[in-house]
């Protein structure tokens, strides 16, 4: 098990403090890890609202938030006294400068210790928050800002957003945050891949079949349905989570680990995705739309049933068959697929390679399966390698499919309950290696663009599928056309 490092005495400003984001993963982690002794000193927490409250009644909202949404018997009544008095909360409203007063008088006398700014708001706020920031002389030094997804619902809207931070903000103070990257999943991508001689040799086009990822929700849009109609499950989750797994999984080995080394490796990825266009649209892609049924034995509503009944041509579920143009990924696919209201959450990246050349049992050839590696990020994260070994007993070759398993929580007894923790600790440490850099978002948002605009000259329909199954059956076809299968579902 790892040893928790403390992190230097801090202010962190959580704009968006009485919002969904702030209760339900930023309040939880940082309780996660003051409670594990990472906070020293007079570090404090200032949620930053337009809601008016005094700091008792904010603190019975996080009170009840904790006891909502930590695991059962995780919440410490004496933890809770500590963490609480590193709660603080101030009236703010980013388009009225006069109402800064409140949080200028919080940070006086605080300039030499490291000071971040969270935006869990909407985009749409981002730049006025900066500017106000700055307009009121709070901008340190040491400090850094994070961005929360989506960064603009297109190219141009994520390149507004970046000119508005960057007049306000050095690139290196900008950290724009993807939870997927926090995962120890992901992160040990890099060790599996770069520590280990074994991968290297075979981790390219001649060994590998190709490759799946698949994140997968059982819940539905929710309250966030009037929001989602706007944006869709390619702009939500492709643009950003998927993307950067991609990224993680067909990055070249950089120099370090020095964040732009990483960084570079992965914006070589993002540029040499083969776009989508109106000639391949239909053939690589797959949209579709949950209709009513049933999870876990509980009968839940069509997505057209949470909008109130209204017509919507917005996807919740998308298939992608994606190519990387270079020569390592050279004619290997990518098929990707995300979608809510699925058989069950369920996230994993499998790489399968090739089969064998030479098959030397010809009576069993059709039960010799090729090596399969399932990196699990959730449920029980954790590392698969799958085998072909012989049964053990008397008589011939009886072969079976066996799996090398390395599940994280077993093996090093420790489990992060949300990635949410990882990366706040980088922010506050300044490592902005697990966050995108610019030109990232505005590649992947290049690339997503060509995608949308495609659907929409094609006028590609939104295709249905019943809650409770693994998306249309259009994703399925998208792999039996290769003579392949998602491994999920079997």
């Given amino acids: 098990m790892g040893n928790f490092v403390p992190v230097d005495e801090f202010d962190l400003i959580i704009f968006g403090g009485t919002g969904d984001l702030a209760m339900r993963k930023l309040l939880p982690a940082l309780y996660h890890r003051d409670r594990d002794g990472q906070f020293v000193g007079d570090s404090r927490i200032i949620a930053a609202s337009r809601s008016k409250h005094s700091r008792k009644q904010y603190l019975e909202l996080v009170e009840s938030a904790l006891k909502s949404n930590l695991d059962e018997g995780d919440f410490d009544a004496e933890q809770w006294k500590t963490f609480s008095r590193r709660i603080h909360f101030t ?41 106000g920031l700055k307009k009121n002389g709070l901008i340190t030094k040491k400090m850094r800002i994070v961005l929360e997804k989506p960064l603009g619902h297109d190219l141009k809207s994520a390149c507004e957003v970046n000119d508005a931070i960057g007049k306000c903000f050095h690139e290196n103070q900008i950290y724009r945050i993807d939870h997927y990257l926090g995962k120890e999943t992901v992160q040990n991508l890099l060790a599996l891949r770069f520590a280990n001689s074994l991968f290297e040799p075979l981790w390219r086009r001649g060994a590998i079949d190709h490759v799946q990822i698949t994140v997968a929700e059982d819940l539905g849009v929710g309250n966030r349905v009037e929001y989602f109609d706007k944006i869709g499950t390619l702009r939500d989750m492709v643009q950003n989570h998927l993307l950067q797994l991609v990224c993680m999984v067909a990055m070249e080995a950089p120099s370090s680990l020095h964040h732009d080394a990483v960084r570079d490796e992965k914006i070589k990825v993002l540029r040499a995705l083969k776009p989508i266009g109106p000639d391949r649209v239909r053939e690589n892609t797959v949209r579709g739309q949950y209709s009513p049924g049933a999870i876990n034995g509980e009968t839940v509503d069509g997505y057209l049933n949470e909008l109130g009944g ?36 369920h996230s ?26 399932t990196i699990r990020l959730q449920p029980d994260e954790g590392v698969k390698l799958s085998v072909m070994a012989k049964q053990p007993g008397p008589g011939g070759f009886d072969l079976r499919s066996v799996s090398l398993d390395l599940s994280f929580e077993e093996t090093f007894g420790v489990q992060y309950p949300d990635a949410y923790e990882r990366l706040l600790m980088e922010v506050l440490r300044g490592n902005p290696a697990l966050f995108m850099r610019r030109d990232e978002v505005e590649a992947a948002w290049h690339w997503v663009d060509t995608v949308i605009e495609s659907w929409e000259s094609s006028r590609q329909n939104v295709e249905s599928y019943v809650s409770g199954t693994w998306g249309p059956s259009a994703s399925s076809l998208l792999l039996d056309r290769d003579g392949r299968s998602w491994y999920a579902d079997k």
């Fill in 310 to 345: 209204a017509e919507s041509e917005t996807e919740t579920f998308v298939a992608v068959k994606l190519e990387i143009e270079n020569w390592r990924w050279s004619n290997v696919p990518f098929y990707l697929r995300t979608g809510k209201r699925m058989t069950r959450k």
């Fill in 91 to 131: 009236h703010v409203d980013a388009y009225a400068h006069d109402s800064w007063e409140a949080l200028k008088k919080l940070l006086s006398g605080k300039e030499d210790r490291i000071r971040v700014a969270y935006l869990a708001t909407a985009p749409a706020v981002f730049g006025t928050t900066a500017k």
């Fill in 348 to 373: 994993e990246i499998v790489v399968q390679f090739q089969d064998v050349p030479h098959s030397i049992f010809p009576e069993q050839q059709y039960n010799v399966k090729p090596n399969r590696l």
